[in-house]
């Protein structure tokens, strides 16, 4: 009992101490508080019917009133799948390309060489997506854009790629690789930086060339490395890129571009949808801690090191 | 060298990829650079640009005129100055409490953190707060909610826990308390991991767009990033739809190419220092994180 408040005394003791270390955390503290959770705590709204005059506390609870008229929302299925569909291609195509390479720009030896390359290969990571949605449409205008001047010199006739359904994904994945590869291998050559310069000899003196060493000594030693980053893409698969979507495209391409997080601004923002849309949130973010859980399973059973 | 044949190849391949996707990275600069500064008459057709054609500077003369240009970038200017100080300054402090052993609760306030990169409101109720709080249509909307983000926390907490106990302690013998550590021995300690966050912060703030879609109705209160998007807006449209005369529209794509570049202009010039930080940034934050 005794030694119990003596515990207690103690640690008021320390905090009193540290009251300046508390005075420190306490804007950022109150900072996150507001702005993240108090809008973690504004998705009851998602089971309620939420009226703009009674607020979020008073608003009338509608159980899960929402979500079933999110699921009967005729383009709710074609959403969802869009979704899925743009980020499983820019996983497919996106997840490897920086790790291939990654894998290249670690055989550069020259060290200026390789330092200029990176620096460029950088770059477009740090423009806005606006900014480039501007160079995209510059290159891809039916009237004046260079692409469609090449077609044209072939002989085919232009096309205005921005409005076409068949190319939209495409374009869609082509450009996050093009902007976020390079990025990508920061992590990656990072990995490579630690590997024992022994093995590299041992297998020289094994008679392997450059591809066989970077296939069985460099990309064996990022392995942790790979796993960790796909595990945190599945968790984002529902998230096929806000930003690139909402500012490429158009009604005319909705059917193969409209995505969940478009749905929920237009739905939620520009209609005033509040309820309807956070259930559509809600219903993402679920799906993305349920799959970032069961990779991390997954990636564990299997014998590596998960996320947690 | 010793080099076999195939490595040779193998190396001559290599550098011919690198040198084909860093031409493919810098061709649309050097293309926007070209047609920005081409004779608007003869930019009709489009095409390729190697050097431009004619020569005119009104392209730059008809932005810089343009008063929504001005007060985007004055926006822009602003905000990104208020956001970058204020949230730099408050990353740290939080970073730096955190860092500290010693301190009750350490670990409850790192979950604390860490939880808002796994789970978040989403877009609707931070809307909601925004406007319940009655900050839309202010520039504080623009700034504030931005400030604080776990990642950066937790890049700079790993900075201060590896500075060395000694200095601080030294200070505390001669009597300093924990603020006056932190403001007078730590900051000075850091000016690097203060300058990496200090970018990342500016190249966010700058590049931030859709704030300004989401909080903002009056047009003068408009980010940079808001206006250019307007003005890329309107040109595919003019295209699109064609009714437009030729000459109109080919002044606006010239007129479109220099203002993509002036906007892009503040990330170019800070870009060699970004560089000269943020692989190490990177790298703790995606150790950490």
Redesign the interface.
Known sequence: MLSETAIRKS?WK??KR?K??????L???L??F??????????V?AFKDYNILL??LESPWVGLKQFERLFRTPDFATIFANTFIISFYKLIFGFPAPII?AL??N???NGL?KR??Q??????H??????F???I???L??????V???LSTLGMRPI?F??IPDYFRTLLVSTHI?KEM?WGT??YL?AMSGVNPDLYEAARVDGA???KQMWHVTLPSIRSVILILMILDLGNILDAGF?QV??LYNPLVYEVADII?TY??RV??QSAN?SL??AA??F??VIA?VLIYSANKIVQKSGNNGLW | MGMSRGDRLFSFFNHLVMIILAIAMIYPFWYLIMASLSDPKLTALGGLYLWPRGFSWDAYITVLRDQSFWSGFRVSILVTIAGTAIGTFLTATTAYAISKRRLQGRMVVSFYILFTMLFSGGLVPSYLLIKELGMLNTLWALIIPGTLSAFNIFVMRSFFVGLPEEVEEAAKIDGANDLMVFFRVVLPLSKAVLATIGLFMAVMYWNDFFSTILYINDKDKWQLQAVLRNLIDQAVQSSGAGPNGDQIHVSAFTVRAASILLATLPILLVYPFLQKHFVKGAMIGSIKG
């Open positions: 640690r320390h905090m540290d300046y270390l508390y005075l420190l955390l804007p950022g503290v900072l996150i507001l702005f993240k959770y108090v809008p973690m705590y504004g998705i709204i607020g979020v390479l290249l720009l055989e550069l030896k060489f200029f390359t620096s460029v290969l950088y770059l477009p740090f423009l806005s997506w606006v900014i949605t501007g160079i449409v510059a290159f205008n039916p009237v004046d854009g260079m469609n001047y090449i205005n921005m409005i093009y390079g920061i992590i990072a060339n450059r591809l930003m909402f500012l997080d929920v601004y939620g923002i509040y849309a956070t949130g809600v993402k973010s801690l």
